[in-house]
């Protein structure tokens, strides 16, 4: 796929890097041997298109510089031992029989513990080598980037872990399929995320934003305007999406709004689950067009099961076997609605601001120099795309924090636009600056949100606001 690009997660040396050195020497006090190899996979930010790759729509992510390292040892005695290098994290250990022994279970409170995430990866793996397996594992593992924060630090967990396994078997996947096979992986922690931050963990490039298609999975390289500066802030609400339903009554809910337009319109009569995008593909209409037929066959504010029941013509058992998830079945009503005009309306939005960016880049190799203001005008437009995202996350998808909308409003004061980043309900904000004033917003940031109003220390506060670019996806160093 693209050309040039390669298929396969690269193979190279060890960089040298005091993260590294470090994360060796501490592998090698845990384990009394050197690790044979240390895989790293990126966080992301996504830039726009936020809650519609499960239903089927493309989004548009780059990778962070911050990532998950884990450094690998091969051992013959068939287990696998997990550690932490940070010793708030307790280390599991297990005999690897078969993927279906492997049980990943929250804590008492619901709450995943985070090995669950390693386990998920493995789990997977292990169901795709259909437990032939060659050797044991001794992992040690080491993350910056912040947890809960929207910026995909569990599937960076659960793609690293799977692409260890791997490698340690000796499998070779391509980049797209173990990205596919890491998105079916960490379902197994209960959500049912679509597949964009396992794709971007393997498919980022530097430079570049990436425009991610799912079914097939692929990935253009979108180049972002020259002077524009992309900034995370955290909201400092910490958000686990595979501690609440939240995030899986959104899937259902747009799951049924599919259902429901389908059986209203005659083209889908039996009970299997489709997409908001399979819905479009099945109609042959534009976005604009599926907007309206939202607002035709899903005229109300909330559907009870009741309602849902008659409009799909199925039982209530049916209706929690087949389209609910096991934390979702206790649900009594539902924004259908609101959710499905989100969905369409956020793709658009990504269209828009995908076709920005192209008409910016061939428009400056034709401009010839005079592109200074030009390039301004995309960073307002292509802003104005983020701030509306924003709006319809809070507004129809209520997956904002009070604290992400503070930080969207101090932005907003400042003539920048921002939008929650990830799945919502705490974590971060990205927003989208011209590089001459990226130094301002983020002093601003600092002093309004996090002085002013969380009364934080000025000098800590680099941990929670900074300017980033697009980055490398993952990769296998040999040592
Ligand atoms: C989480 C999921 C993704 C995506 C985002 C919201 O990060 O893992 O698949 O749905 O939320 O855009």
Redesign the pocket.
């Known amino acids: 796929m693209n050309g040039n690009k390669s298929d396969y997660v690269p193979i190279v040396d060890l960089p040298a890097d005091s993260r590294m050195d470090k994360l060796s020497k501490a592998f090698y006090d845990e384990f009394q041997v050197k690790p044979t190899f240390i895989v790293r996979v990126p966080g992301r930010v996504?830039i726009i298109?936020?809650?519609?790759?499960?239903c089927g729509y493309p989004?548009l992510p780059m990778a962070l510089e911050q990532d998950i390292l884990v450094a690998a040892h091969c051992i013959e005695d068939g287990k696998l031992y997990v550690r932490n290098k940070s010793a708030k994290y307790k280390s599991m250990e297990l005999k690897i029989t078969s993927y279906d022994d492997i049980k990943i279970e929250p804590d008492n409170n619901g709450k995943p513990f985070w090995y669950n995430y390693v386990l998920c990866g493995i789990k997977g793996a292990l169901e795709h080598l259909k437990n032939k397996i060659n050797v044991g594992l001794q992992l040690l593992i080491d993350g910056n980037i912040p947890p809960a924060s929207?910026l995909?630090s569990s599937?960076a967990l659960v793609s690293a872990a799977c692409l260890t396994f791997l490698h340690a078997q000796g499998a070779k996947l391509s980049k797209t399929e173990i990205a596919s096979l890491c998105a079916k992986s960490?379902r197994y922690i209960g959500?049912q995320?679509?597949?964009?931050?396992q794709a971007i963990a393997f498919l980022a490039e530097k430079y570049c934003a990436q425009y991610i298609t799912f079914h097939p999975l692929k990935a253009v390289s979108v180049a972002l305007p020259e002077d524009a500066t992309f900034v995370v802030a955290h909201s400092l609400a910490e958000a686990n999406?595979a501690a609440t339903n939240d995030?899986n009554r959104r899937v259902i809910e747009c799951r049924l709004a599919a259902k429901i337009i389908a059986t209203s319109l005659n083209v889908s009569n039996d009970h299997t689950i489709i997409t908001l995008s399979q819905l479009q593909n099945m109609l042959k209409e534009d976005l604009k067009k599926m907007v309206l037929y939202v607002f035709y066959y899903l005229p109300n504010d909330l559907y009870t099961k009741k309602d849902i029941c008659q409009l799909l013509k199925i039982t209530e058992d049916e209706l929690n076997n087949i389209y609910l998830t096991p934390n979702t079945r206790h649900l009594t009503e539902f924004k259908l609605k609101q959710r499905a005009l989100h969905v369409y309306e956020e793709a658009m939005r990504v269209d828009d601001f995908r076709k920005m960016c192209i008409e910016q880049t061939n428009g400056k190799s034709t401009a010839n120099g005079q592109n200074g203001h030009v390039e301004e005008d995309v960073i307002g437009k292509l802003g104005e795309l983020m701030s509306r995202s924003h709006a319809s996350l809070k507004e129809l998808y209520e997956c904002s924090h009070e604290n992400l909308d503070s930080l969207v409003d101090i932005s907003q004061k400042m003539n920048v636009h921002a939008r929650v980043t990830?799945?919502?309900w705490g974590g971060c904000i990205v927003a989208l600056c011209h590089k001459d004033k990226v130094n301002d917003y983020i002093e601003a940031l600092k002093e309004e949100y996090y002085v002013k109003k969380c009364n934080k220390d000025k000098n800590k506060t680099d941990a929670y606001v900074f300017a980033t670019s697009p980055n490398y996806g993952a990769a296998i160093y040999k040592i």
């Open positions: 996504n298109g936020e809650h519609i790759d499960y989004v929207g995909s599937s960490e959500t995320g679509g597949g964009m931050d999406k995030f990830g799945a919502g």
